[in-house]
Structures are given as structure tokens and as C-alpha cells.
């Protein structure tokens, strides 16, 4: 994290924290729908971001955790976090282990495209067989119950801050790792694999590895949603989510932790608001997202770099 | 469990009330407020002209009682569904929670509607369904605030079980695609069939939305039931009519489907639907007074023709309308509220109905011929069908 | 006799991918783009023949003209939007014309509606050709079918055998060394893109009488042309013509042999093309 930032990620923190207490239900209801989102884009931006592996197909993990922890819950009494929860884990770094071993062979726009055509099969495995609801999707009757005391996840407040919790928990261990040899093996791999395998990296290691951490960690965010929402669909799986996840990034800034939740956030709140100014405001939406494109290089999160840069131009690369 | 949840939740809204001083409105909101009417409908993607027609219908029964429902003036509050289930949580919640809404109309879309009836359980929300058939919604998910003003999905394939039988058709060819309304319809279609002595050669689905039909009909060409029955409905229904018709089978094999197959497409199916015969609870010539004026009034509002969808979100107006009035315009007492919705009788453009205990109309199920460019009723195919509601232990309110 | 129709079911629909395709791996293959709004195109196609053989009367006029206002649309989408991506990572090329999807569809409910509709079949081509006592044929099918392969050669003439074929071969394998020959490569980019967006769009528009017109149609055959696309290898029409039948097959062969897989069916075959030739069957190393 450059220091520039760190005021920043304070007031944000200090901001969801203080957030329940001026908001309404449906809000506090909302924030709590970002922040799982922001989980699934800082688990893309290990990819895309960190790796340089673009996945179109990032959903599917998400999903395969939701629909794990809503098929190990469908008794009346609520399932224990502390079984479900790993168990969902388990089922997405399976499905992203399997996955990353066969689709880390090819690079580029093929890469894209396999681990497109993965999501797709996950997705028609829920949406064509009757294990868990077919098309129309499955209930989860209760939230999960994590044996805390004081914690009950049934009510939306508490949840808030479980989910909040986990974001900061997921922030930390993810700029934790991209300190570590490991992160700094996967970033030079993004910069230049070649060299890196010249230097005696086993970098289809590191890029599987990173491959299932990042799906264990969209698995979260999918368990976190599924609990949060009560209810699986297959469209969870579908690929203009994995296309949402990515717009999410490159919204708020790829490459850059802060900049993964900026986009979540930025995302959501500007559908939301477009919808209220006209029927048509899917127009308004593929508008923004050209002009974003064309206009924030860098994302969100570039405006700010931008600014410090004309203040004080530094000699360090873009790394954080 | 759900009660200590419930109580929760109760104490939870108490709580965040109280915070945000709106404990006062809320409670204050007599008779004389303006009802808060939450409209979930598709108004973008393929969808978006059933959300519309459902709309407008129930615009037009609005307008028609001097604008407004059982004496109350009207809010409406929209959101466009999308016909996202991922996204349909956070939109139902919009409405009751942020737009606190006294009410649900919605959806089009199954698996949106699943999403719409979790959150309406949840939350104890009065929900009227317009459009989307899945059985659960009255079956194994039916409650006490959930009501359907259109059709499960059994209903409108199981009388074609009969028809095709009476017409002498003993060995039928089965063909969807691979979800829940049509698997739902095939399963119904089936039950009515076999159970009076037909048989299935074959039951074939096809991925959802594919329309590559043709390994399909090379197949039926070669199976040579004496009939075959498909759910489709929109893009896919136009274009697997007008590939069996180019392909010969037409005047071959005889093609009956749920009236989905020749709704509001007549006009892009053109000779290709020309005579194929559907069940549903709607179709046109229907002759009865309410709706000869109902289809003048929307063609003249609308500058459309009414369609089955119109009438749906028409008579979820009357629905209300009725219910309402029964209680003279009360939000207060829920239970008196629903129990006077059961016993409604709407007096509805497809012919009057009634509620069943599971919340779902009792219906007649027509037979309906395609004559140019309407599906002409030429007979009731069911006389009062009710759902099985298979599931639903709601006993009544 | 039943095998025989279904090899010519899986033939005809793959050489109707191919047409679609063709143009998503030109613009793939030639100037390096990711083009999501492909689907887009084909939808584009398939409501302008909509629009123009009911405004002119027949499909025959509303061919050329839908040509000329869809090549007109690519040159224009290339100069405003699509020459700012060359240089920029694929990630930007695949949001930027997600963004277009999302406007197009919804200009398209603004503009035309959310109906269904359909095209008539010319009545020169109105036909059917029996061929057991159950089942037609109809001519227009094999007419498409024969469209599709005429185009095919066309393309490989004009590609291999033709000056502008060299020039964008030399485009695609080295823009710096082509530039320095003396060549435009900002024309050649525009006129393959406007080429990309023609092609999908005539595909459209040749296919609309059959398929019918509907919301949502550019969706589903996005994604089936990137699996041909990816399994033919990027850039390579030759792959793409051979990925189609493929597909083709699979999907046809799928549908009626192991109905429950058949949504998985096209995704496997990629997923086990790949697994052995990771840069698919004739793509570049």
C-alpha cells in the first residue's frame, strides 16, 4: 500500500464502521452486498491485476462455494459457519486447483477464453440437473450461525460487520502476501514471466497457486452472498458476472487492493443511481463504461496517483 | 427457529425505526395515505414487453376505479428487474425496505420470482405475482401473503394431456428447453397424457435459450409420433414454428404446444402457426362483456392489442381492488386483508375466477385455435382447473 | 437416412457459425482486438433486414444497403473508438466493447421494440426438397449454406492471392516493418474491422429469415463464435472454417446423442482442444 493511500483506507474503515449507525436497513443491506463484492474483486485483482492472468471465468468460483454451502444447509436449523464454511471454501480451491492445472497451459486471449468455457460448464451443470433447483435456484431457510457469542448472523447488523470483518481480513492477508516472495514472484511474473522462469521460478507453480487462492477467495465471497442472500441461482455463475467482476476492477484501478473495492463500490452505487434517472439506463451504463475505458486509463483509483504525480513526481515504479 | 428470526428481525426494524425517527410515519400511515405500490417487473433485456403489457394492465384497472385500488389513492414505486436473479434480493428489498412499499407486483421471470416470494416470506410483505408459473411459488412455497394472479406452470400444459388424447393421439414427442418452466410444463403435459393412456416416445430438451432446432426435427421426422408437444415461448417459439413448418412436418405430424408457443408472436410466425391448436387461460373472442370493454379501453389507451400478460397484471389490480375493498380500504389487519383476497371473485377479462387455498387461480383452461393473427378460443379445454399445489401445507387464512 | 440429415444439420450450422465467426477472427487475427460486441453485429444484421425488406419490400435490396450501413457503422466505431485500444491490454478491448453490447441492446429496444419478428423467405427460394416421406429440406438452408462456402473462398482468395490480401497479411505479422514499407496501417485496420462488422451483420441478415428476429439473439451466438474463434486458433481462417463444422457436429451430435450434455458438449470439445494444442489447431506458435 503506497502511503498516499493510507489516509485514504483510514477514513474509508472509520466510514463503514460508522456507517450502520445513519443508515436504514435497505442500506445497511447494500453496503453489505458491496463489500462481498469488493471480496470477489480483490480476489480477481490477484489474478488480473498482481498475475497479469486475465480470467473471464471468475464467477464460477464464486458460485461453486454458494451452491455448496446451500446444499450442505437445506435442514430447518442453521448451518454452523465453522463446517459449512470451510467445506465451500474446500469445493471452490478444488474447482480452481482442477481448473488452473488445465487452463494455466495456454496465456493471452486463450486463457480468456478457457476459463470462460470452465465457468460456462459449471454454470449449466446447476442450471440443466436438479440437484439444487435447476434454473429457478434453491433457498437456503436460515443464515449460517457461527457459535459466537454475541454474533448473530441472522440479524442484518451483525452480518454487516461479520462481512466487513472478513473484507478487512481478506485486505490484510492479500497485501500481506503481495509483500511476501511469493506476491513479489507473481508480480514479476505479470512483468515479465521469462525472465522470472530464466531465474529459476517454477512460475506455473506460482501461477496455480495464485490461481486457487484467488478462487478460494471468490468461493468466500459467493458463501458470504448465498448467506447473506438466502437464495442460489446458476445466473450467479454466468459470464457477464465474471464480465461485472472485471469492470469492477478496471473501474476502480487494477493492480492496486484499494482500487478493487473503490470499483465494487463505485460500480453497484452508479447502477443504482442510473436506474433511477431513466428506463434506459442500461444505455447510460455501456456509455460510462466506454468512457470510462477511454478516459481512466488507470482506473479511479489513477486520478488519484495522477494528482500526486503533478504535485511530486516520484521515482518509484507503479508497484504497491 | 423462524420466529426467534423473525422476532429479530422485528426488533432489528423497531431498533433502526427508532434511530432514524421513522417509527412515527410508519405507524401513522392510516386509510387515508396513499397505498405504496412496489412494481418488480423486466423493463430491460428480453423480457421487457411482459413487464411493460403487465404494466399497463394494471394501470388501466387503476385508472379505471377513478385511480385508485379499494378507495386508496396510489404510489407507484418501480424497479427494472433486469430478469436477474442475482440481483433480485437487493431490487424486492429496495422496495419493501427503502421504498417501504405495502406491497409486491412482480415478476416475470422464475427464478427472480423464487428470489421475490424469499424475501416476501421473510419480511411478511403482501407479494401478487403477475406472470412467473413456477409451481413452488403456490406449492411447496406458498404462505399466507403470496398470491398469483396468472397460472402455474401445470396448469395451462395438463389439459393439453386430454386434448391430445380425444383427438385420437396416442404416441407423443415431447421437445423444451432445458429449465424450469419447461420442464414443469412437460412434467404436467405428461401427467395428463399418460395418465389416460398415452405414451411418451420420447421426452427432448434442448440448452436454454439454444434455438438450433433441426436435429430436433430430423429426429421427430424419423420417430413419426402421431403428435408432439413443446413449450416455447418469444424468439424461440417463432423460430421452432416456422422450422417445423419449412421442414414439412406441420401437415405430417400434428404440433400442440402450451399457448406460450403462439402468443404475441402470431404476427412473426405467420403461416408457419397457421391452425396449431394451444391451451391457456386466455385467447382471443373470448365473449363476455368485461373483455370486449377491457381490450377496447388498452387498445385505446395503449394503441396496442391487449395480450394474456395485460390481463394478468389487469386483474392483480382487481385482486387488490377487491380485497381491498372488502376491508374497507385497511392495510391494518393483514389476516382479514388475505382472507377477503381469497374469497374475491374476479371478474376478469379470461372469464371470472376464483383463488384457490394455495393462492393460485382457478381457472378455465381454453382450447384455442391460430386463425390469422389470433389465437381464437374454440372451446374450454378445462373447465375451473386448480393447481395440485403439491407441497403447499397453507391451510386457509 | 436419419445419420445422413443430421451430417447435413451439423454442416449447414457450422458453415452459418462460420459467417459469423469469420469476422471475429479477422478482427482478432489482423488488428489484435477482442471484439465482445460481435454478437452485437450479427444482431444489428439481423434487424436491419428487418427493417429495410419491410421498408423496401424484399430481402434482395435490404442485402446490399444493410452491407453498406454496417461497413459504414465499423468504419466509423473503428475511428472513434476501437483506433484508441491497438496498444492498450485485451483487458480494455473486452470492456470497452462490453460497454457497446449493453448500448446497442438497449438502442435496439429504443429504436425497434421488444417484439419478435420475422423476415419472409424470398419467394424464389421459398421451396422444400423432400427427402424421406416425413421430412423437407427447405432450399433456403442449403442456400445459406452455399453462401457461406462461396464467401469462404472468397476470403482465401482475397487474402492469399490478392495485393490487399498482402498487405493485411503483412499488417497482422509485423505493423512496424509494414508501416516502414509504406503502408497505411491505420486504413488497413479500419477497412478489416469495418470488413469484421459486415461480415457478422450479413450474417445476420442472411440468416434472419430462418432464425427469426428477437431481443437478446447477438448473446447467444457471441460466445459460440469465440469457441470457434479460440479452437480454429486466433487469426486463422482456415481453423475457423474447420472449428465451425466441428461445432457443428457437436452440437447437432450432442443434442441427439447425449441430450444431457449437450449445453457442455461445445465447451468440452474446446476445453479438450486446448488441453492438447494450447494455442488451437492453426494458430500461430
Known amino acids: 500500500m503506497k502511503r498516499s493511500l493510507l489516509p485514504w483506507l483510514v477514513v474509508a474503515t472509520v466510514l463503514l464502521l460508522l456507517f450502520p449507525m445513519a443508515a436504514e436497513k435497505f442500506y445497511l443491506q447494500l453496503v453489505t452486498k458491496i463489500m462481498i463484492l469488493a471480496i470477489f474483486a480483490l480476489s480477481l485483482d490477484l489474478l488480473v491485476g498482481y498475475t497479469g492472468l486475465v480470467s473471464l471465468g471468475h464467477a464460477a468460483y464464486f458460485g ?69 433447483g435447476g434454473s429457478d435456484g434453491i433457498y437456503i431457510n436460515t443464515r449460517p450461525d457461527a457459535h459466537l457469542p454475541g454474533l448473530d448472523l441472522a440479524d442484518d447488523l451483525h452480518f454487516y460487520y461479520f462481512v466487513l470483518a472478513l473484507l478487512a481480513i481478506v485486505f490484510a492477508l492479500l497485501a500481506v502476501v503481495l509483500r511476501s516472495p511469493f506476491g513479489r514472484a507473481l508480480q514479476g511474473i505479470k ?31 459467493g458463501y458470504l452472498a448465498a448467506a447473506k442472500e438466502g437464495f442460489v441461482n446458476p445466473e450467479m455463475m454466468a459470464w457477464h458476472q465474471s464480465g461485472a467482476v472485471l469492470m469492477m476492477l478496471i473501474l476502480g484501478g487494477m493492480g492496486t487492493l484499494f482500487g478493487a473495492v473503490l470499483g465494487a463500490f463505485s460500480y453497484v452505487l452508479l447502477q443504482e443511481w442510473f436506474s433511477t434517472l431513466t428506463k434506459h439506463w442500461q444505455l447510460l451504463m455501456g456509455g460510462f463504461i466506454v468512457a470510462a475505458v477511454l478516459l481512466l486509463p488507470h482506473g479511479l483509483i489513477g486520478l488519484h496517483r495522477l494528482r500526486i504525480k503533478s504535485r511530486a513526481p516520484r521515482p518509484e515504479g507503479d508497484g504497491d | 427457529m423462524t420466529d426467534r428470526r423473525q422476532f429479530i428481525q422485528q426488533a432489528g426494524l423497531l431498533a433502526a425505526a427508532a434511530a432514524t425517527g421513522s417509527l412515527m410515519p410508519s405507524i401513522a400511515r392510516a386509510q387515508t395515505a396513499k397505498l405504496r405500490v ?4 423486466p423493463y430491460t433485456g428480453t423480457y421487457a414487453s411482459l413487464g411493460t403489457a403487465i404494466t399497463q394492465g394494471f394501470n388501466l384497472a387503476v385508472e379505471e376505479n377513478g385511480g385508485m385500488l379499494g378507495g386508496r389513492a396510489i404510489d407507484f414505486f418501480t424497479v427494472d428487474d433486469e430478469s436477474e436473479p442475482s440481483k433480485a434480493t437487493d431490487n424486492a428489498n429496495k422496495l419493501v425496505q427503502r421504498d417501504k412499499v405495502d406491497l409486491l407486483v412482480g415478476t416475470v421471470h422464475s427464478g427472480v420470482v423464487m428470489a421475490m416470494v424469499k424475501v416476501a416470506r421473510d419480511n411478511g410483505t403482501l407479494l401478487i405475482i403477475p406472470n412467473a408459473g413456477a409451481n413452488a411459488a403456490t406449492g411447496g412455497q406458498c404462505a399466507p401473503n403470496i398470491f398469483r394472479t396468472s397460472f402455474s406452470n401445470w396448469q395451462p400444459a395438463h389439459p393439453m394431456g386430454k386434448v391430445m388424447y380425444e383427438r385420437g393421439h396416442r404416441k407423443a414427442v415431447t421437445l423444451t428447453w432445458k429449465y424450469g418452466a419447461g420442464e414443469e410444463s412437460i412434467e404436467s403435459f405428461k401427467e395428463g397424457f399418460t395418465k389416460l393412456g398415452g405414451s411418451i416416445v420420447k421426452e427432448m430438451y434442448l440448452p436454454f435459450p439454444n434455438v438450433e432446432f433441426q436435429p430436433f426435427i430430423t429426429e421427430i421426422a424419423s420417430l413419426k409420433p402421431d403428435a ?54 386466455y385467447g382471443d373472442g373470448i365473449e363476455n362483456a368485461k373483455n370486449k370493454l377491457f381490450r377496447y379501453n388498452y387498445g385505446k389507451k395503449y394503441g396496442v392489442q391487449a395480450d394474456v400478460y395485460a390481463v394478468q397484471g389487469y386483474d392483480a389490480a382487481l385482486l387488490l381492488h377487491g380485497g381491498l375493498n372488502a376491508v374497507k380500504g385497511s392495510f391494518g389487519d393483514r389476516k382479514a386483508l388475505y382472507s377477503a383476497m381469497e374469497k374475491v371473485k374476479i371478474d376478469s377479462p379470461r372469464g371470472p375466477w376464483t383463488m384457490s387455498k394455495a393462492h393460485n387461480p382457478i381457472q378455465d383452461i381454453y382450447l384455442r385455435r391460430v386463425e390469422g393473427n389470433a389465437n381464437q378460443v374454440i372451446g374450454v379445454a378445462w373447465k375451473a382447473l386448480e393447481d395440485p399445489a403439491r407441497g403447499c401445507k397453507m391451510s386457509a387464512a | ?78 475511428w472513434a473508438l476501437i483506433s484508441r485500444l491497438y496498444r492498450r491490454d485485451h483487458l480494455y478491448q473486452v470492456l470497452l466493447t462490453f460497454g457497446l453490447i449493453l448500448i446497442f441492446e438497449e438502442l435496439r429496444s429504443v429504436l425497434v421494440g421488444d417484439d419478435v419478428h420475422s423476415v419472409a423467405i424470398p419467394a424464389v427460394l421459398g421451396a422444400s426438397l423432400p427427402l424421406t416421406e416425413t421430412l423437407s429440406y427447405p432450399v433456403y438452408r442449403l442456400f445459406i449454406s452455399a453462401v457461406c462456402l462461396a464467401l469462404a473462398g472468397l476470403m482465401y482468395v482475397t487474402i492469399q492471392k490478392t495485393r490487399f490480401g498482402m498487405m493485411i497479411r503483412a499488417a497482422a505479422s509485423n505493423p512496424e516493418m509494414a508501416t516502414s514499407l509504406g503502408l497505411d496501417i491505420r486504413w488497413i485496420h479500419a477497412l478489416v474491422f469495418a470488413a469484421g462488422v459486415a461480415l457478422a451483420a450479413f450474417a445476420g441478415m442472411i440468416a434472419a429469415p430462418v432464425s427469426s428476429v428477437f431481443p437478446g439473439m447477438g448473446n447467444q451466438v457471441l460466445i459460440v463464435c469465440f469457441v470457434i474463434v479460440v479452437i480454429g486458433g486466433i487469426g486463422s481462417l482456415k481453423g475457423a472454417l474447420i472449428a465451425s463444422l466441428l461445432i457443428g457436429f457437436a452440437d447437432t451430435f450432442g443434442k441427439v446423442l447425449v441430450p444431457e450434455f449437450a449445453s457442455i458438449a461445445v465447451y468440452l470439445l474446446m476445453a479438450v482442444v486446448l488441453l492438447f494444442r494450447p494455442r488451437g489447431l492453426f494458430g500461430r506458435a
Not at chain 1, 470451510?86 to 480451491?93: E, K, Q, R, V
Not at chain 1, 477464453?113 to 454454470?123: E, R
Not at chain 1, 521469462?194 to 468466500?220: D, E, S
Request: net charge neutral; charged share 10%.
Open chain 1, 64 to 132: 461453486i462455494a454458494a451452491y455448496t454451502y446451500a446444499l450442505a444447509s437445506q435442514a430447518a436449523d442453521p448451518a454452523n459457519v465453522w463446517l459449512t464454511l470451510p467445506l465451500a471454501l474446500a469445493a471452490s480451491a478444488a474447482a480452481a486447483l482442477l481448473v488452473g492445472a488445465l487452463v494455466l497451459r495456454t496465456s493471452g486471449v486463450y486463457f480468456i477464453m478457457v476459463t470462460l468455457a470452465f465457468a460456462q460448464m459449471a454454470y449449466y451443470f446447476f442450471h440443466d440437473t436438479r440437484i439444487a
Open chain 1, 191 to 221: 512483468a515479465n514471466e521469462h525472465r522470472m522462469r530464466a531465474l529459476g521460478y517454477a512460475t506455473l507453480h506460482y501461477k496455480l497457486a495464485a490461481f486457487v487462492l484467488a478462487g478460494t477467495i471468490a468461493g468466500l465471497a
Open chain 2, 38 to 41: 412496489g412494481m418488480m417487473l
Open chain 2, 228 to 281: 408432439v408437444f413443446v413449450f416455447f415461448a418469444g424468439g424461440g417459439a417463432v423460430k421452432f414454428t416456422k422450422d417445423y413448418a419449412a421442414a414439412g412436418l406441420k401437415d405430417k405430424i400434428p404440433l400442440y404446444g402450451s399457448g406460450f408457443l403462439t402468443d404475441g408472436t402470431l404476427e412473426a410466425q405467420g403461416a408457419s402457426a397457421q391452425g396449431l391448436l394451444t391451451t391457456l387461460h
Open chain 3, 1 to 78: 437416412m436419419e445419420w445422413l440429415i443430421q451430417i447435413l444439420n451439423s454442416v449447414q450450422y457450422g458453415l452459418l457459425l462460420f459467417l459469423v465467426a469469420s469476422g471475429l477472427t479477422l478482427i482478432f487475427g489482423i488488428m489484435g482486438v477482442i471484439n465482445l460486441a460481435h454478437g452485437s453485429f450479427y444482431m444489428i444484421g439481423a434487424y436491419l433486414a428487418f427493417t429495410l425488406s419491410s421498408l423496401t419490400g424484399s430481402l434482395w435490396l435490404a442485402l446490399p444497403l444493410g452491407i453498406v450501413l454496417a461497413a459504414a457503422l465499423g468504419l466509423l466505431l473503428e
